[in-house]
């Protein structure tokens, strides 16, 4: 179930059903975040946390149907980023993977070199976007939308996932028909033929992905 729904939002997900597959993945492909259940058959989710601390600073957001507070602050000073508890709402979890992510994205210093992709580049340093060698004038908002999904390639966003990305806000408090027009405007100034995008294409049902 956790794992449809997050695929649902735009996630790839690998599950595993032990301690010993998921250290076994961390080693070979590591992910972008773990979610852990400290429930497990075998061992807790305590000390496969304290096992990744040893060698890994990889965003961990504990699962756990304990409440007590002793519990939340134990797991917090292993070094999990976020503790949620069970029953938690989908939109819940979503939310707390999105501020975890954000928060590390903005400890790891970005990537400034520029990105080509075909007759399109996209340069983060001087904030430049040109399609055949030729300058495309951007908004500040618009380069910045662009620059998030193609450091992503092939990834699938969802609207009130960039919201929180790039305008650090939410479909609470801010129209997600906000990235629908800037998208648009991206593709009138980026695409040969914008009613059939080839960098940003949409997603039927899910959102927005970057084609490299």
Do not use: C
Not at 85 to 112: C, H, N, W, Y
Not at 178 to 188: A, K, L, M, P, S
């Amino acid at each position: 179930m956790l794992s449809r729904m997050l695929e649902a939002e735009g996630y790839q997900v690998r599950d595993a059903s032990t301690a010993q597959e998921a250290l076994s993945i961390l080693t070979t492909r590591p992910p972008d975040l773990m979610i852990l259940d400290v429930m497990l058959d075998t061992e807790d989710g305590f000390s496969v946390l304290a096992q990744i601390r040893r060698t890994s600073d990889l965003p961990v957001i504990l699962l756990t149907a304990r409440s007590q507070e002793s519990d939340r602050v134990f797991g917090l000073k292993l070094g999990a980023d976020d503790y949620v508890v069970k029953p938690f709402s989908s939109a819940e979890l979503a939310a707390r993977i999105e501020t975890v992510l954000r928060r590390v994205r903005g400890r790891r210093p970005q990537d400034m070199s520029t990105l080509v992709f075909g007759d399109l580049e996209i340069d983060p340093d001087a904030r430049e976007v040109k399609v055949h060698g030729r300058k495309v004038e951007l908004t500040a908002k618009e380069f910045e939308l662009l620059l998030f999904l193609a450091r992503s390639p092939r990834r699938v966003f969802t609207r009130g996932q960039l919201l929180a990305q790039v305008w650090d806000s939410s479909a609470e408090w801010q129209d997600a028909n906000t990235v629908t027009e800037h998208v648009r405007r991206i593709r009138r100034k980026i695409e040969p033929f914008p009613a059939e995008p080839r960098w940003i294409v949409t997603v039927r049902g899910a959102g927005y992905r970057f084609e490299a």
